[in-house]
């Protein structure tokens, strides 16, 4: 793993972050992970929970006192809480990891919203800069306002908690090969989508077992599925225990948003991936060295066919994986991309 100095900054410097909760996914993952770095580089971090109406979030504001920095994660708030928010803060800071400007690949009224629309353009006219997870959600911000600092973060992982798989089952063992995936009801939506691609697979490799660390189930034929119910402590265990991770999700803007944080946990449990070729799978998975790259069900086939058969194949690709994850997505890596950006406004902090 590459070892970073990490940079303190002049003078102790206090945010608040603004989240849904402190233990959703996308805050233990982009904010939470950093908080020892943080802390040893002289930036504190609180948590206010926020409301989802507009008299809520109102209410949550009006506890607020005057403060150095605020840092709002994904939400879309009313222009007038916005307009609010900003006299309070010092610096206000936008974090996001999802195409928040559109609906999500599975809401029945499409993706495209005026009003997420107006509110993510009306938002980015107030702050003074933006953390986002991946290029393709910084050339929005860029395209909306392009002298507005913007700071490409990754979602990153401290690869410490996952232990690597073992890689010693093979397709002809009487103990089968395991396929994972990892996720929620939500994000679950596009394996249901691909049923049909999975079955096959399922009918052509026999053997196989796709184990679902989830809030539900998915249910299948032909491919035998291992529902577990997802936890933090549950979940690094499956992933060692297993042999191939796999993803898909819809090629479209709201796919391309997404920052990839179940391929980074196969990585770094030291498995191969197989996903499809959409937004940042075609960064993170270099096709034929830490896994296959697959749009087609021949190529799924294929793919998984090569590795289920090739536990040494796995284990050379699974261990590159894990290297890519300390080298590029360490939470190292991300808590000085973090300070260095915060490190910007630092006049304008204690000037203020």
Same mark, same amino acid.
């Given at each position: 793993?590459?070892?970073?100095?990490?940079?303190?900054?002049?003078?102790?410097?206090?945010?608040?972050?603004?989240?849904?909760?402190?233990?959703?996914?996308?805050?233990?993952?982009?904010?939470?992970?950093?908080?020892?770095?943080?802390?040893?580089?002289?930036?504190?971090?609180?948590?206010?929970?926020?409301?989802?109406?507009?008299?809520?979030?109102?209410?949550?504001?009006?506890?607020?006192?005057?403060?150095?920095?605020?840092?709002?994660?994904?939400?879309?708030?009313?222009?007038?809480?916005?307009?609010?928010?900003?006299?309070?803060?010092?610096?206000?800071?936008?974090?996001?990891?999802?195409?928040?400007?559109?609906?999500?690949?599975?809401?029945?009224?499409?993706?495209? +919203? *005026?009003?997420?629309?107006?509110?993510?353009?009306?938002?980015?006219?107030?702050?003074?800069?933006? &953390? %986002?997870? /991946? !290029?393709?959600?910084?050339?929005?911000?860029?395209?909306?306002?392009?002298?507005?600092?913007?700071?490409?973060?990754?979602?990153?992982?401290?690869?410490?908690?996952?232990?690597?798989?073992?890689?010693?089952?093979?397709?002809?063992?009487?103990?089968?090969?395991?396929?994972?995936?990892?996720?929620?009801?939500?994000?679950?939506?596009?394996?249901?989508?691909?049923?049909?691609?999975?079955?096959?697979?399922?009918?052509?490799?026999?053997?196989?077992?796709?184990?679902?660390?989830?809030?539900?189930?998915?249910?299948?034929?032909?491919?035998?599925?291992?529902?577990?119910?997802?936890?933090?402590?549950?979940?690094?265990?499956?992933?060692?225990?297993?042999?191939?991770?796999?993803?898909?999700?819809?090629?479209?803007?709201? +796919? *391309?948003?997404?920052?990839?944080?179940?391929?980074?946990?196969?990585?770094?449990?030291?498995?191969? &991936? %197989?996903? /499809? !070729?959409?937004?940042?799978?075609?960064?993170?998975?270099?096709?034929?060295?830490?896994?296959?790259?697959?749009?087609?069900?021949?190529?799924?086939?294929?793919?998984?066919?090569?590795?289920?058969?090739?536990?040494?194949?796995?284990?050379?690709?699974?261990?590159?994986?894990?290297?890519?994850?300390?080298?590029?997505?360490?939470?190292?890596?991300?808590?000085?991309?973090?300070?260095?950006?915060?490190?910007?406004?630092?006049?304008?902090?204690?000037?203020?």
């Amino acid at each position: 793993m590459t070892i970073i100095q990490q940079k303190r900054i002049s003078q102790h410097l206090s945010f608040v972050a603004l989240v849904e909760s402190p233990e959703h996914v996308c805050c233990r993952y982009r904010l939470k992970a950093f908080q020892k770095r943080f802390t040893e580089a002289g930036i504190g971090l609180s948590y206010q929970i926020i409301g989802n109406t507009f008299r809520e979030f109102a209410n949550d504001l009006s506890h607020l006192s005057q403060l150095a920095g605020i840092i709002l994660q994904r939400k879309l708030i009313h222009p007038w809480n916005s307009r609010r928010l900003r006299k309070k803060a010092k610096l206000f800071v936008l974090d996001f990891d999802d195409a928040i400007w559109l609906r999500d690949s599975f809401s029945p009224k499409g993706l495209y +919203s *005026r009003k997420r629309r107006n509110r993510f353009n009306s938002l980015l006219e107030k702050v003074d800069g933006v &953390v %986002v997870g /991946n !290029s393709f959600l910084a050339e929005e911000v860029s395209r909306n306002r392009p002298a507005l600092a913007c700071q490409i973060i990754p979602t990153c992982l401290d690869t410490d908690k996952y232990k690597l798989a073992s890689h010693e089952r093979t397709f002809s063992d009487s103990e089968a090969v395991r396929l994972v995936w990892v996720g929620s009801s939500s994000t679950i939506q596009g394996l249901e989508q691909q049923k049909e691609l999975l079955q096959e697979v399922g009918k052509k490799l026999p053997g196989l077992v796709l184990t679902t660390i989830c809030d539900r189930p998915l249910e299948l034929h032909h491919l035998k599925t291992n529902f577990v119910p997802w936890s933090e402590e549950i979940e690094t265990v499956e992933l060692s225990n297993s042999d191939i991770g796999i993803s898909w999700i819809p090629y479209d803007d709201w +796919s *391309r948003g997404k920052c990839g944080l179940k391929i980074l946990q196969y990585m770094a449990a030291g498995l191969p &991936v %197989v996903t /499809n !070729s959409v937004g940042v799978h075609r960064e993170m998975v270099i096709h034929g060295q830490t896994g296959f790259l697959a749009d087609t069900k021949e190529e799924w086939l294929e793919a998984i066919r090569i590795l289920a058969r090739d536990p040494e194949l796995r284990n050379q690709m699974g261990r590159r994986a894990r290297q890519m994850v300390e080298q590029k997505y360490h939470i190292d890596v991300g808590s000085q991309l973090w300070i260095d950006f915060l490190s910007r406004f630092e006049s304008k902090r204690c000037s203020a």
